[in-house]
């Protein structure tokens, strides 16, 4: 698959609340994941370290509110999202948050995403 491609099925995917699916067809095994400096998460490397940590995190949501997800920005092996959630966790409350994302495509895979938010 090309950049737009995976860019596409991505956001077609999380659009549809298929969080899972889209890590399980669309990321590279040897994936590397980052959010920002000081994060609980601020690295992850492996599809399934992947796939654990955006479990814990639909496990931490009590209620979605809304939530959006841009159309790709796609550049010829990188893409970006913006992100936007209003939702409930259990621990912390009602938090809004908006977020860029970037990802890296290699050979039709996912190997890198990162996430920019500012936290608290």
Known sequence: MTTQEVADQLVQLCREGKNDQAIEELYADNVVSREPKGSDMELTEGKTAVKNKTLQWEESVQEIHSATLSDPIVAEHHFSLVMDI??????HGRMKMSEI?????????????????RMG
């Open 86 to 91: 209003d939702a409930t966790y259990k621990e």
């Open 101 to 117: 994302c970037v990802y890296e495509v290699k050979d039709g895979k996912i190997v890198a995403d990162e996430f920019f938010y």
